[in-house]
């Protein structure tokens, strides 16, 4: 079981970057996929979860610049980021939660997720 992620780059603010995150040994659509983020010093924080029916959940300071998605066929998830602001500098991990929990308002603890992936790195300058 594991989880490739990748897109991540240095971007001016106001940019956008797409992140992916391929997964191989589990079924994307039969769990709950999540994407979080940790910056140096500070706690790994939720950013974004899509839950095995399709729906999906987005932190505070991320809804209306970020938005999550998936393919199937693909096996993969996105994170499509548009206006980044520099506070958004941080290395960015895609998890799978197994089975799939099915309240909404725990997709934001990371000790559900029982997969992560390895990282990419995410820049904005300002």
């Known amino acids: 079981v594991q989880l490739q992620a990748s897109g991540g780059g240095l971007v001016q603010a106001g940019g956008s970057l797409r992140l992916a995150c391929a997964a191989s040994g589990l079924t994307i659509n039969r769990c709950n996929m999540g994407w979080f983020r940790q910056s140096p010093g500070n706690e790994r924080e939720f950013v974004a979860a899509i839950k095995w029916d399709g729906s999906r959940y987005l932190a505070d300071s991320v809804k209306g610049r970020f938005t999550i998605s998936r393919d199937n066929a693909k096996n993969t998830v996105y994170l499509q980021m548009n206006g980044l602001k520099p506070e958004d500098t941080a290395v960015y991990y895609c998890?799978?939660?197994?089975?799939?929990?099915?309240?909404?308002?725990?997709?934001?603890?990371?000790?559900?997720?029982?997969?992560w992936g390895q990282g990419t790195q995410v820049t904005v300058s300002s």
């Open positions: 998890a799978a939660d197994r089975p799939p929990v099915g309240i909404y308002s725990a997709l934001p603890n990371r000790d559900l997720y029982d997969v």
